[in-house]
């Protein structure tokens, strides 16, 4: 954990080459990098300044071509926002999208930290199957579980309903495996001390295990939010009557449908709908990414 | 740390180091040992042996039971279910129309009726998509992981770089299908053109490719900057002393030592790529004509616009194993070439 955290945020520190020559040509030999990440940079803002520019631009809907708003105005978020002149529910939708990511992160955090817990740290019959069953479970493709989840649910007579939009998010192989891979981290010696005071496993994940991988869990969290907030083809199937859907489908609804052509109102939306996900990468920006990069290095 | 040792064996090692928690100065076997003459009490421990472990068992799967119960309940019987329902003529709204034996999957193989002929068309265009934009999603994050490597204000890149991953699908889609619109999009405007770029093929393909690149490749940026960082500097050195070029640096001593990293990109990109579903549908909606029809959207109007859930469901099965084949495949070859 800690050595991810210097290698992706920490400046590396700089080679002692004394020669003076050897400076002048290394700043040099950079200035095609800057030029190229400046240009790319620069192509990652177009999109964003161009959303911002007509979102806040009361222009009857229509996009310029000019970057700053030509007539700075709230007019389009007031228009979506308000249910009686888009007909669209948008702040329930918001509520919605930000309730149900939250109660599914928690959730993951909580049933993947005991899992792993068990897997890492406990001996008994049958531990192989299981370890096996939540590996197995990381291969299969969301499509194949897709349909059938949605033929279970309305078996099950759940559909259209927040346990709809929760439940299958819970079963997270992955948040198992990244705390698996953290627990089995933890030296013996610190759990040695609390078996010698008689304590159960119970009291062992408790008092030890959840406040060492309390970072790792919050990351954790953060990831199961960020997907579930932005999870689009479940909650599209999964929900049908206005007032169930998240956010992600709500805009797709209102950009393929009214508004397909009020491109201020649509970027209004478009607008609001980011702002939660915009607030965690602000204040969680750095665990987000350790998180990402743990996945990418501990993936295969 | 352990769980950045990407070489570590620690996936299938579940013996090491755990908490037995079980009296660990008894043989293994005890109750197997040599006879002993007294034998009321060698009994009593074997019995309180094998109950201990009872309860061991019984302790760690009540903190499996939360994870096994929603696994089972919302991923395992779904797909059972869903193996019984492909099997079967199955509407949407109606329900169990009757057993169908294998025939959903040999319509969709042999490519008969209007999804079975659709499937093949949209099996070929995400295969098109997939060649297209996975060596784009893996080639464009790593050259610019090395870039912002070897820059200053990494923070600053590594923002700009990310920031999109913040968009959602339907977020993201919208928004390039305003800067793309034929009438009134910004791109347009700004040049002055009159560019169909969502509307004819191949432009509509193009935009497609720029949009998704542009709001995701920031997730294998991040995975292939901590692999550069993880590249020892010393060997950097060492090659910059004997006089090796950046770009030298980058592809004889950088890109080799970040094999690893880049299989679960390319992985991640492949399995992304072949679901590729909402930014179409909202760029595009799989026009003009079916020309930008993904496989996704086959299963998806076949199960809610046709209502043939069984039929969909089946279609669902043959992408799943097309995509376990290729994962199958990718991490075959790259052990092999390891």
Do not use: C
């Amino acid at each position: 954990m800690a050595s991810v955290t210097t290698s992706i945020s920490g400046q590396p520190g700089k080679p002692k080459l004394p020669r003076r020559r050897l400076m002048t040509r290394r700043s040099l030999s950079r200035l095609p990098t800057l030029a190229i990440l400046t240009v790319v940079g620069l192509i990652m803002l177009f999109p964003t300044v161009w959303v911002l520019s007509t979102a806040f631009n009361n222009n009857g809907g229509i996009a310029t071509g000019n970057i700053l708003p030509t007539k700075p105005s709230l007019y389009n978020f007031r228009e979506i926002l308000n249910v009686v002149s888009s007909g669209e529910p948008v702040l329930r939708w918001l509520l919605n999208s930000i309730g149900v990511s939250i109660v599914a992160a928690i959730g993951v955090a909580l049933i993947d930290s005991l899992a792993a817990f068990a897997l890492a740290r406990l001996q008994f019959r049958g531990s192989k199957v299981v370890f096996y069953v939540v590996v197995s479970s990381l291969m299969v493709p969301f499509i194949a579980v897709l349909l059938p989840q949605y033929l279970w649910f309305h078996w099950l007579g759940l559909l259209n309903s927040y346990g709809a939009l929760i439940l299958p998010y819970t079963a997270n192989a992955f948040g198992v495996f990244l705390l698996y891979q953290f627990f089995l981290g933890i030296p013996r010696e610190l759990q040695e001390a609390t078996t010698v005071d008689g304590a159960g496993p119970f009291v062992m994940w408790y008092r030890l295990f959840v406040p060492l991988s309390i970072g790792i869990t919050a990351t954790l969290g953060l990831l199961t939010f960020m997907n579930v907030y932005n999870d689009y083809f479940w909650p599209l199937i999964a929900t049908s009557t206005p007032n169930m859907r998240t956010v992600t489908v709500g805009l797709e609804i209102v950009a393929i449908g009214q508004y397909q052509t009020n491109f201020g109102a649509l970027m209004a939306l478009t607008v609001i709908s980011v702002i939660p996900m915009l607030v965690v990468f602000v204040f969680a920006q750095r665990r987000l990414v350790e998180g990402i990069a743990m996945s990418g290095l501990a993936g295969v | 740390m352990s769980s950045l040792q990407p070489s570590q064996p620690a996936l299938t090692d579940t013996g090491s180091g755990q908490y037995t928690g079980r009296g660990e100065a008894f043989p293994a076997k005890a109750g197997n040992g040599p006879a002993s003459p007294v034998l009321a009490p060698h009994q009593a421990v074997g019995k309180n042996r094998r109950k201990r472990r009872l309860v061991d068992d019984l302790k760690a799967y009540a903190f499996l039971a939360p994870y096994l119960s929603v696994f089972i309940l919302f991923t395992l019987v779904p797909v059972g279910f869903g193996i019984y329902v492909s099997l079967h003529k199955w509407s949407t709204t109606l329900g169990n129309q009757g057993f169908a034996g294998l025939s959903n999957y040999s319509t969709l193989i042999e490519g008969q009726g209007y999804y079975g002929s659709q499937f093949y068309q949209a099996m070929s265009n995400t295969v098109l998509f997939v060649i297209i934009s996975v060596p784009l999603l893996w080639a464009i994050p790593t050259g610019l992981a090395y870039a912002v490597f070897r820059s200053p204000a990494k923070g600053l890149w590594r923002i700009l770089f990310f920031y999109p991953s913040v968009f959602s699908v339907t977020a993201f889609g919208s928004a390039w299908s305003l800067l793309l619109a034929t009438n009134g999009g910004s791109v347009n405007s700004i040049l002055h053109t009159d560019i169909h770029w969502l509307t004819g093929v191949p432009m509509a393909w193009l935009s497609i490719d720029l949009a998704t690149i542009w709001a995701t490749m920031g997730f294998s940026f991040i995975i292939m900057y901590a692999a550069v960082t993880q590249v020892p500097r010393i060997i950097l050195e060492a090659a910059e002393i004997d006089g090796a070029r950046p770009f030298a640096r980058f592809r004889y001593v950088i890109l080799p030592l970040l094999r690893r990293a880049s299989i679960v990109v390319i992985i991640i990109e492949t399995i992304a790529s072949f679901n590729l579903f909402a930014q179409d549908q909202i760029m595009t909606g799989g026009g003009p004509g079916y020309d930008t029809t993904t496989i996704s959207m086959n299963i998806y109007n076949q199960a809610f616009s046709s209502f043939n859930i069984g039929g969909a469901t089946a279609a669902a099965f043959l992408l799943a194993i097309v995509l376990a084949v290729i994962a199958f495949i990718q991490l075959r070859v790259s052990r092999r070439r390891a």
